[in-house]
């Protein structure tokens, strides 16, 4: 068994709306491409997630769908592509994970989400200790932009950046240590 399958899965989707939905069904970590065309500062964070986390693709079933995954598997190789019936996420002429229900991607994603749910991951940092980094806040930017650069983090809000250090699995005392230099 790889030790990825000790932590929880990151899962790719396309845009933001799809984002939202998979976040309602309890999944953790979501990284939304925001389309066909990825940005090279996201595409490297998704290729460091994958060295320690599996990928669960969660694209739409249609041909820019294909084309992420394409682009994807040219660099990363332990990943679950989700295959959604393309009938069922037709909605308003649109094709999508999107138009899909809720209890559609509950279903596709069920031993994913309950993958999540058992493990038995302890996160790298609490939330007390990311107060403690004092990246929180007006005059904070300086600080949080520090750990931006040095991780290659394609984000720069307060909140996507917390997550995107828990996505890596990046340990307390490492932030520390970039901070304090």
């Known amino acids: 068994?790889?030790?990825?399958e000790n932590y929880r899965y990151a899962y790719i989707c396309e845009g933001i709306t799809d984002e939202d939905k998979l976040k309602k069904i309890g999944c953790?970590?979501?990284i939304p491409t925001g389309g066909t065309f990825i940005r090279k500062e996201l595409y490297?964070?998704?290729i460091a997630v994958s060295k320690?986390?599996?990928l669960i693709l969660v694209l739409d079933p249609d041909?820019?769908?294909n084309k992420i995954e394409e682009?994807?598997?040219k660099h990363i190789d332990d990943y679950i592509r989700i295959n959604f019936n393309k009938k069922e996420c037709i909605k308003h002429n649109k094709v999508g994970v999107a138009q899909a229900s809720i209890t559609t991607i509950k279903e596709e994603l069920r031993p994913c989400i309950e993958h999540d749910i058992y493990c038995d991951e302890l996160f790298s940092f609490d939330e007390e200790d990311y107060l403690d980094f004092d990246l929180v806040g007006g005059g904070k930017k300086v600080r949080r932009n520090k750990i931006i650069e040095h991780f290659s983090l394609p984000y720069t809000s307060n909140k996507k950046v917390e997550e995107c250090l828990l996505m890596l699995?990046?340990?307390k005392e490492e932030i520390e240590r970039i901070l304090n230099d």
């Open 71 to 73: 682009n994807l598997k």
């Open 28 to 30: 953790f970590f979501v």
């Open 52 to 54: 320690v986390r599996r």
């Open 169 to 171: 699995r990046i340990k």
């Open 1 to 4: 068994m790889s030790d990825k």
């Open 44 to 46: 490297d964070f998704i």
């Open 63 to 65: 041909g820019p769908g």
